[in-house]
């Protein structure tokens, strides 16, 4: 697998370097390493991203009403259970960020458990995909925010209900509000990396059968990983479109 991955990585830096390349100098941007400016991880993410694509593709031919079948179930189990978490966290007016929750929830699964793999590194375990999804779910919450009450009105939350100390709680809430992403990263990317490190140590250290231990308890990680960035992501986002009356 890891050999696929490798040439499929040549291959993409074969085709798209240059113009990612000038869109990065465009930007102010100095690739590393501009004859490959396109990584393993990249690529890892793009396959992840393909298979999200084609699986709902599938599930949207094999839509039947009278005959599901096992790809419809799987979407279903997966749409009432985003569903259900949702309802319970956000409340009232969660539909409209269904696709986007169940989308981020389904990748970052898919991600952690590419580390199940035979020497294929966890997309996750690598910082800037963390990053990358903390940004991702920070812009999205605060772009809902500020639709759902308005500029002024969702900054106003920020000031706390005493007047004289807005200014400090306002300084207060910006600095948590960015601790939010650094948190959502360095959590997501810290257990994936203790979990191949982990998994890692099973399979050079134990006999053939003890390893599956190790994939055993990535998995698990990988799931728990996956629905904790999701469940945040929820809280942060119901904090963010609630009304005033609701805070």
């Not at 890891?2 to 690739?31: K, Y």
């Not at 319970?88 to 169940?102: L, S, Y």
């Not at 952690?112 to 690598?126: D, Q, R």
Request: glycine share 6%; hydrophobic share 55%; net charge negative.
């Amino acid at each position: 697998m890891l050999i696929w991955i490798i040439s499929l990585t040549h291959l993409l830096n074969h085709w798209f370097a240059i113009p990612i390349d000038e869109l990065l100098f465009a930007l102010g941007i100095h690739p590393l390493h501009p004859a490959q400016p396109i990584s393993n991880t990249l690529t890892e993410e793009l396959i992840v991203a393909a298979v999200m694509v084609i699986f709902f593709v599938l599930v949207r031919l094999a839509l039947s009403v009278e005959k599901p079948g096992k790809v419809q179930h799987l979407a279903e189990m997966t749409h009432e259970f985003v569903e259900g978490q949702a309802g319970q966290v956000m409340g009232h007016g969660f539909e409209p960020h269904m696709p986007v929750i169940t989308c981020l929830l389904v990748f970052i699964l898919l991600c952690n458990c590419m580390g199940l793999l035979p020497h294929v590194e966890t997309p996750t375990s690598n910082p800037v995909v963390p990053l990358g999804l903390a940004l991702f779910a920070f812009v999205y919450y605060n772009w809902n925010g500020v639709r759902a009450q308005g500029i002024f009105g969702y900054f106003k939350h920020f000031m706390g209900p005493v007047g004289w100390l807005a200014p400090l709680m306002f300084l207060i809430e910006i600095i948590s509000h960015l601790a939010r992403i650094l948190s959502l990263t360095v959590r997501l990317f810290a257990n994936m990396l203790a979990s191949d490190m982990i998994t890692l140590i099973f399979f050079s250290m134990f006999p053939l059968a003890l390893p599956v231990v190790g994939l055993g308890l990535h998995l698990f990680v990988a799931i728990i990983q996956a629905y904790i960035f999701m469940l945040l992501t929820m809280i942060y986002l119901g904090l963010a479109t609630e009304h005033a009356e609701q805070h």
